[in-house]
């Protein structure tokens, strides 16, 4: 008999649903007219017994099928039985993802017998139909702020089509590049990870879209970067690693959490209830809804932890899965196993209450249905596009500029050279996980730079050189032809949208074709090249930072990518992007992260019997959090302002540290100062730094400010086995610069050590 007490956290988590309902019913529906507006005035008037009161008295009129009904997540697929939502079989849906389909679906549950509306759920990842650069783009912003905004804006478009669900933000550290889905996520470390992922939940709700937190957990470690591998993640490293971007998407409201798809030490994910409930539900204290990835629940089967479908039903539920995606083997088995007493209803009734308090909670029963024939005009609104092309910005990152090629001076720059297969590549920016986007509102490189140049009397002579494939020669000597004649080539070379993405793991990271040979028969023209690295994740770049003088990250930049590379390659906005991941020399690398144990025997170059390889450096290319601007910053010295920090059962305790950046180049910029913390010496090995701070500074040519870091004590610290949080007391060391690679250091002391919960988790109250 399975009698699991599914509500897992009891009081504390009943809080923190009920101060997520505040001010939820009023999320943003106000592009959605009239109509609305007056559920807004209604809805926000709801108080959270209120919403209890109205739980409950739907709960006592559904039959066992009902409740098992909504638990049932369907895709939007021909076969489907087009009664199954009219009958109560469905509570929430995926898929059905443009105005007219989900209207349709919506309105068949809301003619059930309960009339229970349905959460209608789609992978709103960077966008619906205005696509935002990826995650992974974004996350180079180090801006919270403007990650919020953005996610405000896509989920602002998506519910103006009827979407009230979203599968995002992925909250998953990404650690080796050969992992497709190292793009849905914001890059391999943890805090900056935790901050933009509270970001994108805040963000999200904001606009009036559910979020949801994937994949718990440890996604991120599949084995060799193969997409739905295992992962052998150590105990510590899951608390240190992984779970803690889960964490802070809890603490920013996150509606729900996914399960992953893989295996972690040997239990699949989807029926690992020492991680499900124990974890997530009792220790990180998270009272919303639990949903398998697609077909996860089945897939206990093949993963040879279930025999059939009512043992991976039994499994799964009993994990503390509360919703079945796509396997509709919840429906199927669920009634027949409480019957049979092998499951209670008090159990289904726990599970069905998240999801009914969830719909309450969006406001979804008070409200009409989306009108779907106007929906179009709700589209690609002008400042859904602003702040598209805002982010698409933010995110570049300029990884060199040899003798100041860039920004594009048009006074000695009269003719560009614009080549390379992803100049004109409209379908390619939107990228691998596009929600509705569509190639025909994107615009290009091409017409970006071409409506710039214009603007200031520059030509632009495109000649591609090779299609996106890249496998023929038949347009290089137009390309090259098209340098001579120019006074600076603009090459856009990388990556297609689908070497990156679900299911599409790599086992190179170099570029497809002979983008290099093109490159290095336009550079032979001996103009100044400014290389767009175009592509999801960094590649490796062979010899082009040899034969470009200046490189500029593009990512895959969506709707406005044109626009805002064109933007900062004139100059008109300067580039401030940072690396959210370290850039490798070759995939042999793989996993390279810098946050690295110091071992025994650290990296001498040259030196054999030292850390490292005999073939390559193990050194990145370029180090996180690196990325120059069109000015140059100076750091001064740390100052910690408290230099000692008495942790003990001040919970509240923070360390604080501040250090000057000036401005000491030509132009404005804005500088990302990061604050790194490392260990010397504790009772297990630390890694040499981790980054816990990162302060935005927008300054003149000139200016000084200071860059003001408030550390929470509980950051100082890492995890035992068993998932303790330790802060030894002793000494510890702060870095602070424009990298990773930054050498400005203070040193300060932990006079009272601490022990707590995981994650300091009651450091928070
Ligand atoms: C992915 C999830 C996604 C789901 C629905 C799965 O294959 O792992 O991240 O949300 O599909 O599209």
Not at 559 to 580: Q, R, W
């Amino acid at each position: 008999m399975i009698g699991v007490d599914k509500d897992g956290p009891g009081e504390t988590g009943m809080r923190g649903m009920m101060a997520r309902w505040a001010g939820r019913a009023a999320a943003a529906w106000l592009c959605l007219g009239a109509a609305q507006a007056q559920t807004q005035a209604q809805t926000t008037s709801i108080e959270a017994p209120s919403v209890e009161a109205r739980v409950e008295a739907l709960l006592a009129r559904m039959t066992l099928e009902e409740k098992a009904g909504q638990l049932n997540l369907i895709s939007n697929e021909p076969l489907n039985d087009p009664g199954a939502i009219r009958r109560g079989e469905v509570g929430a849906v995926i898929n059905f993802s443009n105005a007219w389909l989900a209207a349709e679906a919506d309105g068949l549950a809301r003619a059930s017998r309960l009339g229970i509306p349905l959460l209608v759920g789609l992978d709103v990842v960077h966008g619906y139909r205005t696509v935002f650069p990826l995650p992974l783009a974004l996350a180079a912003s180090f801006d919270p702020g403007l990650v919020r905004r953005a996610a405000a804006a896509m989920a602002r478009e998506s519910a103006s089509v009827g979407l009230n669900w979203t599968f995002a933000p992925m909250a998953d550290v990404a650690r080796d590049l050969r992992w497709g889905r190292v793009v849905e996520g914001l890059g391999e470390d943890p805090w900056l990870t935790g901050r933009l992922t509270a970001a994108q939940v805040e963000g999200f709700r904001d606009g009036g879209l559910a979020s949801t937190l994937k994949h718990c957990a440890g996604y991120g470690a599949v084995l060799g970067g193969r997409d739905y591998d295992a992962t052998f993640v150590a105990p510590t490293e899951l608390h240190d690693l992984h779970l803690p971007p889960f964490r802070a998407g809890i603490r920013a409201g996150a509606d729900a959490v996914m399960t992953a798809l893989t295996a972690l030490n040997g239990v699949p994910t989807t029926a690992d209830g020492g991680l499900m409930t124990g974890i997530l539900r009792r220790q990180m204290g998270f009272s919303g809804l639990v949903v398998a990835d697609w077909q996860a629940v089945a897939s206990l089967v093949k993963h040879g932890v279930a025999r059939d479908g009512a043992e991976a039903t039994r499994k799964a539920f009993a994990a503390g899965v509360d919703m079945d995606m796509t396997s509709g083997l919840y429906l199927r088995h669920l009634p027949d196993e409480v019957r049979a007493g092998r499951i209670t209803e008090a159990a289904v009734d726990a599970a069905v209450r998240r999801v009914l308090r969830l719909k309450f909670g969006l406001g979804l029963f008070d409200r009409p249905l989306v009108e779907a024939s106007n929906a179009e005009g709700r589209l690609l609104l002008p400042e859904t596009r602003r702040i598209a092309r805002e982010a698409a910005r933010a995110s570049l990152v300029l990884l060199q500029n040899r003798e100041d090629v860039l920004p594009i001076d048009p006074s000695r720059v009269r003719r560009i050279a614009l080549v390379g297969p992803f100049a004109d590549a409209a379908w390619d920016q939107v990228g691998p996980h596009e929600g509705n986007g569509q190639p025909h509102d994107t615009v290009t490189i091409l017409s970006g730079l071409r409506e710039r140049a214009a603007a200031s009397g520059v030509e632009v002579v495109f000649a591609e050189g090779c299609p996106r494939v890249c496998t023929d020669r038949t347009g290089f000597a137009a390309a090259v032809e098209a340098a001579r004649g120019a006074d600076l080539v603009v090459a856009v070379m990388g990556e297609p949208r689908d070497r990156s993405g679900e299911g599409s793991s790599t086992a190179y990271l170099d570029w497809p074709g002979l983008q290099h040979d093109l490159l290095a028969a336009v550079a032979d023209a001996g103009k100044p090249v400014a290389l767009v690295v175009f592509g999801g994740r960094p590649t490796e770049l062979g010899r082009a930072p040899e034969r470009a003088h200046a490189m500029l990250m593009a990512w895959i930049p969506g709707t406005e990518g044109g626009p805002a590379i064109a933007d900062v390659l004139f100059g008109d906005v300067g580039p401030s992007g940072k690396l959210p991941v370290s850039w490798p020399r070759t995939v042999g690398q793989m996993p390279l992260t810098y946050d690295t144990l110091p071992g025994g025997r650290p990296h001498i170059p040259n030196s054999r019997w030292t850390m490292g390889y005999a073939d390559a450096s193990p050194l990145p290319l370029f180090p996180f959090g690196h990325g120059l601007s069109y000015t140059s910053f100076a750091y001064g010295e740390p100052e910690v302002l408290t230099p000692k920090v008495g942790v003990g059962d001040r919970y509240e305790a923070v360390l604080e540290v501040r250090t000057p950046v000036t401005n000491i180049g030509p132009r404005p910029g804005r500088a990302v100062a990061q604050l790194y913390l490392g260990q010397p010496v504790a009772a297990r090995s630390r890694p040499k730094r981790l980054l816990k701070g990162a302060v935005l500074l927008d300054l003149a040519s000139g200016e000084t400010a200071y860059a003001n870091f408030r550390i929470p004590a509980r950051d100082l610290g890492y995890h035992e086995p068993d998932g303790t949080l330790v802060v030894e007391p002793g000494e510890y060391r702060v870095t602070v610069g424009g990298d990773s690679a930054a050498t400005q250091t203070a040193r300060f002391t932990v006079e009272t050590g601490w022990r707590g919960p995981p994650g300091g988790d009651q450091a928070q109250r």
